[in-house]
């Protein structure tokens, strides 16, 4: 199994911004395709945004716009750029990978995935 972690939560006023990482064990980032998601308390896991391993993305409505992802192969690392963070988006977020042909935002897809970072937004 792939090894995934995520890093870069934290707590942050309502209109602010974050940046989370998330680094594999080796050599997926460009080779898999790999994705952002999050569960808020109380509510089901939603898929955020993907980047299949060619580079191309796909964002959920609810953060298109404000969040961006993005990768650096060198660093094996993904990354998800989250701007005017909102009270709605507390959550913890996950990234996970998968090298099969579909990519997509469906957590059935994903065979791997991260054990989570904390995102706190306060009013």
């Known amino acids: 199994a792939l090894q995934l972690t995520e890093s870069g939560g934290g707590s942050v006023q309502a209109g602010g911004s974050l940046r989370l990482s998330c680094v594999g064990s080796?050599?997926?980032?460009?080779?898999?395709?790999m994705a952002w998601f999050r569960q808020a308390p109380g509510k089901e896991r939603e898929g955020l945004a993907y980047?299949?391993?060619?580079?191309?993305?796909g964002y959920a409505h609810s953060i298109r716009g404000r969040f961006t992802i993005s990768r650096d192969n060198a660093k094996n690392t993904l990354y998800l750029q989250m701007n005017s963070l909102e009270l709605e988006d507390t959550a913890i977020y996950y990234c996970?990978?998968?090298?099969?042909?579909?990519?997509?935002?469906?957590?059935?897809?994903?065979?791997?995935w991260g054990q989570g970072t904390q995102v706190t937004v306060a009013s």
């Open positions: 080796r050599y997926i980032v460009d080779n898999y395709c």
């Open positions: 996970a990978a998968h090298n099969n042909a579909v990519c997509q935002l469906r957590q059935d897809l994903f065979n791997d």
């Open positions: 980047m299949t391993a060619v580079g191309s993305t």
